[in-house]
């Protein structure tokens, strides 16, 4: 079982980053933790995407030396979905930021809670 | 007859392009552009439908003519199409009947903004019923969540904004796990596109070590997308997120954006892991169990709610668990009759959002029971249109309701299991009895003569809540009364389409059924 973790490192290593990022995620009150978490949880996706479409002893897949031998070079596809990947997450980072500016203009305040109380004394109108 | 191939690739096309157009349009302008060019893809939509129906069988249409394992590629069969017409016909019709709200919700010079988010909400909604890759789908998944928050916080009110961050928050978790999942199958299978990637697990379904990394990939894929649809446990964010939101949003909301994300998991249960394949896996019955909980639970909810839109978004959770009934029942019966019952909850649901802010609005603007008491005959039209969703969601013969729940007990007793057909026998009776005692309750409520309790408070926090936006929201109440008839038909011609469809559905459901399954024979 451990034998199987140390020769994976790099899935498990992402395996556990994303489950931190979920915590924190779910768990944290503060806002901005909550975001670093969900940034945490997708670098975890890229690093096990990115691990995974590496094999050792090749080369990234650009020719080189007019070599068009598909053995010489690796899965070039990992890297762009890791690239579309940042992409989703930077713009879903940008947002869920402009949204937590607008939550603590209202309620000057970054915990959850605390906002929930505050918003329930409003009454229940459309 | 070839150009009907590209109508499906049009769609997202020209909806991305409609979106980028309307940021540089009027508001006004903006609307009835976005409502033309609805109708516009309803006919593009209904040409796919119809020659996908003549020749039965879907078409596959290759991104940049790559061939199949390495191209992207977008597929349209019959099943794709229903969904899609009655998606579009829905979207027009929520932008109609929510518009007088809508100017008074969103600040004027940002409406055509809005319909920048209606547009690109549909290009996500039609990428994602017509996709054919299953990362296609994750990126598209994304456009959608942050459209859909982007729909929430065009109101400027506190709550919808902390309506926004916690529907954001549970979003995210769900792409998260979705992205995961994503990535572990093609991890296991080396495929992204759909059909190569269900030969591949059938090659591997003979063993069934090979098969665990399999289900617990598509486990993380499930609990992802059923965090975003709203399946029992992970259904609390619904009436924060319908209740608060412009009537157009919550309707789009309720009714699309939920639907979108169960039929893509039905797509990749269906296309990517094969139908035989899933049936042996635990994850359905799981999903079954979630589904009975949800109807039971959902219900629940929505009788101990005061306010009348928090009732119906609650009634929203116990039909998604319809939904993912009918997938863990299975069979071709049970998958059409989840099919099925996403649309009638699409047509239903819609309506109701867009009724509900009618009666409110004739009770010193207030969604309480209590001030809505006699509502029904301030507000006419919205008191029989409330009474005729409320009936189809009870279940009462002809309407689509019961058609729906019909199709649940038949596929039930087709399963050939003394258990499930005694579960879902047992839900579906509990489950109606339930949507009876809220929605009748409420009908009743609303029929009663009087006053009931209206205060004018409720009313004075609205005012004070809007801030300035209050004062412009009277003046504008002097120039309704001389367009009294316009703003009457904005509404009367979308519930007349709507409760159209509902009534087709309910009494010539075979039409609807028929096509369904002549899809979900070319689906795979």
Redesign the interface.
Known sequence: MLETLLVNYEEAAAIIL?GI??TM??FHRN?IK?LIG?NI??TG?FL??AS?GYISGRKAPIITNGVTNVEAYINP??AG?VL??IV?SV??TA??LS??I??YR??HTLN?DD??I??KH????? | MNMIRNFPLFTIVLSLFSGVLCTMLKGKTAKYYTLIYECFLIVLVFFVLWYTYRTGDSFTYTMGEFPAPWGNEIRAGVLEATLALSFLIIIFCSVLGGWKFLVVDVDETKVNLYFTLINLLTAALMAMIWTNDIFTGYVFLEIMTLTSCGLMIVREIGRTTLAAVRYMILNLLGSGLFLLGVVLLYDITGHLLMVPMQENIATMAGTSAAMEPVTMSLGILTIGLSIKSGLFPFHFWMPDTYGWSTPTSASILSSIVSKAYIFLLFKIYYRCIGIEVFERLPIRKILFILGILGMIFGSISAIRKSSVNRMVAYSSAAQIGYIYMGIGIGGMMGYTAAMFHILVHAVTKSLLFLTTPRLAEVSGDSLLFKNLQGSAHRAKDAGIVFLLCSLSMVGIPIFAGFSSKLMFALSAAQADNMKILFFTMSALAISSVLNALYFLRTVIRIYTEGRGGADISAHKLYEEEKGIRGVAYDMEDDEEEEETTLSKMEFRIPAAILIGMNLFLGLFSWYTVDLIQKGLEMFP
């Not at chain 1, 409003?122 to 459309?126: G, H, M, N, P, S």
């Open positions: 994303f990022g979920l995620l779910l806002l909550k969900m949880m997708d996706t096990f995407l995974m596809v990992p979905l579309t990947g989703v713009s879903v947002v869920m949204l937590t607008r939550l209202r309620y959850l906002v929930y505050l918003s409003q009454t229940e109108d459309r």
